[in-house]
């Protein structure tokens, strides 16, 4: 299989990540990838570390004249049989570098309820929860042409734990993302301010809120209880020196992030967004509570931290229904199988 992976993302994002891991598995089990990016140095460095050296291009604006007609150069040197397109401005290229009669099949793999109309050159669509499926199809996409491709995680067991700004006995917590107003890290500040001194809690991501989530944490008082250590790669590191995950979105439509706390064999903690609400069974996989709601959630982090048993058992089950469902191989058979059916809907037209 040829296919060709577009991706014209941020620098950082749930997103983003689960490319470049899905990139470079596809890309060890034996397919013929090419990978096309918004310029972006570590990503771009991240990919040919793992044996992608990717095509760098511009993916601007309405101005953007020149990377519709490179793209389209490289995919007619390419001749991939799919092109999976990753959000809508890949789409929208995508598309613009496409003409009938070029052979290969299109494909948009969406991580949210985006714009549909960015997508009506696809002959299927990948969605990463049942949820966003039946959105899909709700909106009138044929039901038929929407496939659930579930993300995988990096099996992050038994991974060496990271030093962490905390001092001796202190008891961390984990939460990661874009330091934005939809992962809500303020209502943790406020739930780790009603929790006992010794808590503390590591936040790695980087974002707008950086300067309103410090200042907030001098109002709440908790000094050095709060380490913001922003963007970090070494995520099974960090998760070893933890608790606890903590995942206190207010729009989450899947939760890399939950993934990653189930494949490390830890508790995680998160609000009923949309994303964690479908992975998790509140008290069987995690503990799941109201969004925005700071006392609940210290309560359920206050339980695990005060029943080690509990919380054993919850990621215990976790990692096994991440084993199950989200590991590397089940999700590259399924993308097999999605790729294999793009291509023939394509020789079929």
């Not at 793209?71 to 570098?97: C, E, I, S, T």
């Not at 500040?189 to 790695?204: C, F, G, N, S």
């Not at 070494?234 to 890399?256: F, Q, Y």
């Not at 509990?310 to 199988?337: N, S």
């Amino acid at each position: 299989m040829r296919v060709a992976h577009v991706m014209a993302g941020a620098v950082q994002g749930g997103a983003e990540g689960f490319f470049e891991r899905l990139v470079l598995a596809q890309h060890r089990a034996g397919l013929d990838v090419l990978a096309v990016i918004r310029r972006e140095p570590g990503r771009a460095a991240r990919l040919e570390a793992g044996g992608v050296a990717p095509l760098q291009l511009g993916f601007g604006g309405p101005l953007d004249w020149l990377t519709a007609g490179r793209l389209r150069r490289a995919l007619l040197g390419f001749r991939p049989q799919v092109v999976v397109a990753w959000m809508n401005r890949a789409a929208g290229f995508a598309r613009a570098a496409t003409r009938p009669g070029d052979g290969w099949a299109m494909a948009g793999r969406l991580g949210g309820a985006y714009a549909l109309r960015h997508y009506g050159a696809c002959d299927l669509l990948a969605a990463n929860t049942q949820g966003l499926c039946d959105w899909i199809a709700s909106q009138g996409w044929p039901a038929d042409r929407v496939r659930l491709m579930p993300n995988f995680a990096a099996d992050l067991a038994g991974a060496p734990p990271a030093t962490l700004p905390f001092p001796p006995g202190a008891v961390p917590l984990l939460a990661m993302g874009r330091l934005h107003p939809n992962k809500d890290f303020a209502t943790l500040l406020r739930a780790v301010a009603r929790l006992p001194a010794e808590v503390h809690l590591a936040l790695a991501g980087e974002g707008p809120e950086r300067g309103a989530l410090e200042a907030l944490a001098g109002e709440l008082g908790l000094g050095g209880r709060v380490a913001f250590l922003g963007w970090r790669q070494d995520v099974g590191a960090l998760l070893a020196a933890s608790r606890m995950l903590v995942v206190p979105s207010r729009i989450e439509p899947l939760g890399n992030v939950v993934l990653e706390g189930f494949s490390a064999n830890r508790p995680v903690v998160a609000t009923a967004a949309d994303g964690p609400r479908e992975v998790m069974r509140d008290g069987e996989t995690g503990r799941l509570v109201p969004i925005g709601d700071h006392a609940a959630l210290a309560e359920a982090i206050g339980q695990l931290l005060a029943d080690p048993a509990m919380a054993d058992r919850l990621a215990a089950a976790g990692r096994a229904g991440f084993i199950a469902r989200h590991a590397e191989a089940p999700a590259l058979a399924a993308w097999a199988a999605f790729l294999d059916e793009a291509a023939a809907r394509r020789e079929a037209a």
